[in-house]
């Protein structure tokens, strides 16, 4: 059973900064690929950025410059470092692993950004 568990989220103001974990189970966490995605309430779903097992970075247009993804695979973590926040930010986050092209959503953790 994979487990993908997201922490970190909470109320900050605008310009403030979060940063989000994203713990995930088993051994071969190296190979696989992270993602973060959100969902603002009344919005479907959207990418915010992906990190590759060789730790290739992309990024969603809206969050370029101001969030950075990484990994620890030591630990089994991928982290998004979310700075200049701005009240569109304000999101349910998500991790999803993608493991021998399987995908494992974590449960969310919200973020509240006020103006």
């Known amino acids: 059973q994979v487990q993908v568990v997201e922490s970190g989220g909470g109320l900050v103001q605008a310009g403030g900064s979060l940063r989000l974990s994203c713990a995930a189970s088993?051994?071969?966490?190296?190979?696989?690929?992270m993602a973060w995605y959100r969902q603002a309430p009344g919005k479907q779903r959207e990418w915010v950025a992906i990190i590759t097992s060789g730790a290739t970075t992309n990024y969603a247009d809206s969050v370029k410059g101001r969030f950075t993804i990484s990994r620890d695979n030591a630990k089994n973590t991928v982290y998004l470092q979310m700075n200049s926040l701005k009240p569109d930010d304000t999101a349910v986050y998500y991790c999803?692993?993608?493991?021998?092209?399987?995908?494992?959503w974590g449960q969310g953790t919200q973020v509240t950004v006020s103006s």
């Open positions: 088993g051994s071969s966490f190296s190979s696989d690929a």
């Open positions: 999803l692993l993608t493991r021998r092209n399987i995908n494992y």
